[in-house]
Nanobody, 126 residues
């Protein structure tokens, strides 16, 4: 079994920055793609960014140039650096791990991920 725990959410003013972290524990980590999704009340979970085992990345268009994903495989960590935050970035952010992909792909569909964290709230005020 694999467990994911996010941290780093909080309240920030528009234009500010936050860094989310996610630690992956449990069984094998090798080959996993890692992703960040977000969700607001009444809406479906939205892909934000993902990174393959090999380091390929994929971003939601609206966060390109503002958000950066990175991973440290030795520490089993994935990070999301969020700069120039906007009110529309307000959401619960979820970390996800997917074991069913090759080492190069980054799934955008939540069904491409097998394990999920509990979520961390990010609130961007005006």
């Amino acid at each position: 079994q694999v467990q994911l725990v996010e941290s780093g959410g909080g309240l920030v003013q528009a234009g500010g920055s936050l860094r989310l972290s996610c630690v992956v524990s449990g069984s094998t980590f090798t080959g996993y793609a890692l992703g960040w999704f977000r969700q607001t009340p009444g809406k479906e979970r939205e892909f934000v960014v993902g990174i393959s085992w090999s380091g390929n990345t994929r971003y939601l268009d609206s966060v390109k140039g503002r958000f950066t994903i990175s991973r440290d495989n030795t520490k089993r960590m994935v990070y999301l650096r969020m700069n120039s935050l906007k009110q529309e970035d307000t959401a619960v952010y979820y970390c996800a791990a997917g074991s069913s992909t090759d080492w190069y792909s980054v799934p955008r569909d939540p069904r491409g991920y097998d394990y999920w964290g509990q979520g961390t709230q990010v609130t961007v005020s005006s």
